[in-house]
């Protein structure tokens, strides 16, 4: 297996080179695979282990380094998918995909000069294209392990199905098998283009209506059959089961508002996508996510979780 930055291996630091042309691709591919970076970071960081583990003499003696990590990064993240659905039936509510911020908003607060040094936090190394979008990694929930690996390796990361195999352990041909049965999941929730190009002034239409306590307005912006579902994690209060219907999003907002005074909303990138972000004392507590159909907002995904608000609460967020 090959990787688009094996040419400038300097094989003489196998180690140093696999790192610096690695990290971030196999950053990306986990966070895609887990939908959580803190499980991406860990799982990379295992795979490093792995790595490091082995002796000098076995390190130059694999021809490509990258194909290596990213052969192992995916068995990892292989098994940790299996062990994650039997965890995920124990979560307290909800489970949603951790959302990212958007990479100059991470960096804000930030000495000046910092943005020239590589990046601490993992989430900076996350490329933030349609397939890390909250409606993307939702669906990419519904899956099979096996369907999500070879869609992810093939589809996005564009690897060949001979290759998806070694990962997945199958034949090629069960690999693409498995990929088109992902693809068509995907194909058939992918909003238009031209649903999400206007998502900026919707979300922004619906954050004003929010701060008013206009319930009327709120009804107005989300689709009739909308649905909220918002993740606690069981660490924070709130609801366990979606919401379901434009007046019932609109009434819990409101009632959200009341329990919480001061709640300050602030328009923010969420996975690539516009958001919210909800304040409260200065502390982030909710990042909200949205999907766009015929002119309105039709889901609205909210993470309360703490553990998974980290990148928004750690490095300068507000």
């Not at 021809?63 to 039936?89: K, M, Q, Y």
């Not at 929730?189 to 319930?215: C, H, M, N, S, Y």
């Not at 919401?243 to 709640?263: M, N, R, T």
């Not at 909800?278 to 909210?302: D, E, K, N, P, Y």
């Amino acid at each position: 297996m090959s990787t688009p930055s094996e040419a400038g291996h300097d094989r003489s630091e196998p180690g140093l080179s696999v790192i610096v042309d690695e990290r971030r691709q196999l950053i990306n591919l986990a966070y895609r695979l887990l939908g959580s970076l803190a499980e991406a970071e860990d799982a990379v960081q295992e795979t490093y282990t792995r790595w490091y583990a082995m002796s000098r003499q076995q390190q130059e003696a694999i021809a490509s380094p990258g194909a290596w990590l990213t052969t192992v990064a995916g068995r990892i993240c292989l098994d940790l998918l299996g062990s994650a659905r039997a965890r995920r039936e124990r979560y307290v509510g909800a489970w949603i995909p951790e959302p990212l911020p958007d990479r100059t908003e991470w960096f804000s607060g930030r000495a000046a000069g910092a943005g020239s040094a590589e990046p601490d936090d993992p989430a900076d190394r996350i490329t933030l294209d349609e397939s890390v979008n909250m409606a993307f990694l939702v669906v990419l929930e519904s899956m099979t392990p096996a369907e999500r690996v070879a869609f992810i390796l093939h589809d996005v990361f564009r690897y060949p199905f001979a290759e998806v195999a070694e990962i997945v352990g199958r034949t090629p041909a069960a690999c693409r098998q498995l990929a088109s049965s992902a693809r068509r999941r995907i194909h058939a929730v992918r909003a238009p283009a031209a649903a999400t190009a206007g998502q900026a002034g919707l979300v922004r239409d619906f954050k004003e209506a929010w701060e008013a306590k206009d319930i009327k307005a709120l009804v107005d912006l989300l689709d009739p059959d909308a649905t909220m579902t918002a993740d606690g994690g069981g660490l924070v209060g709130t609801v366990l089961r979606p919401v379901e219907g434009s007046e019932h999003i609109a009434q819990y907002l409101i009632h959200i508002s009341d329990k919480a005074p001061g709640l300050t909303l602030l328009e923010r990138t969420v996975n690539g996508r516009p958001g919210l972000v909800a304040q409260h004392c200065g502390v982030t507590v909710t990042v909200a996510a949205f999907s766009l159909g015929g002119g309105r907002i039709t889901r609205i995904w909210a993470v309360r979780n703490p553990e998974k608000l980290r990148p928004w609460t750690e490095n300068g967020q507000s």
